[in-house]
């Protein structure tokens, strides 16, 4: 089955930048849609944006748009979430997850990582 790492997470600065990494393993299909996500203490999760492996085109949340850039590496089974001009609400854990391209839920989850923006 396929399984999903994060990585890249940390603590920054205000205005800093962080590139989050979302590798997976086993068979791990072109026909994949990759979101992320994030959550924090006392909020619900909430989508940040995803990334279709076929054609390469994303969606992204209001709240990121112009700051985050998803981009995939299909020959490295790799998607990345690229963060700009953070600010301290981007602090949460960060998850990547995995739909088939024809549903809407994603049942494939990676273990979270944690972002922590400092102002």
């Known amino acids: 089955q396929v399984q999903l790492v994060e990585s890249g997470g940390g603590l920054v600065q205000a205005g800093g930048s962080l590139r989050l990494s979302c590798a997976a393993s086993?068979?791990?299909?072109?026909?994949?849609?990759v979101g992320w996500f994030r959550q924090s203490p006392g909020k619900e999760r909430e989508f940040v944006g995803e990334?279709?492996?076929?054609?390469?085109?994303?969606t992204y949340a209001d709240s990121v748009k112009g700051r985050f850039t998803i981009s995939r590496d299909n020959a490295k089974n790799t998607v990345y979430l690229q963060m700009n001009s953070l600010k301290p609400e981007d602090t949460a854990i960060y998850y990547c997850?995995?739909?088939?391209?024809?549903?809407?839920?994603?049942?494939?989850w990676g273990q979270g990582t944690q972002v922590t923006v400092s102002s």
């Open positions: 086993g068979r791990f299909l072109t026909s994949y849609v």
């Open positions: 997850a995995a739909r088939w391209v024809s549903t809407q839920e994603y049942d494939i």
């Open positions: 990334i279709n492996r076929i054609s390469g085109g994303t």
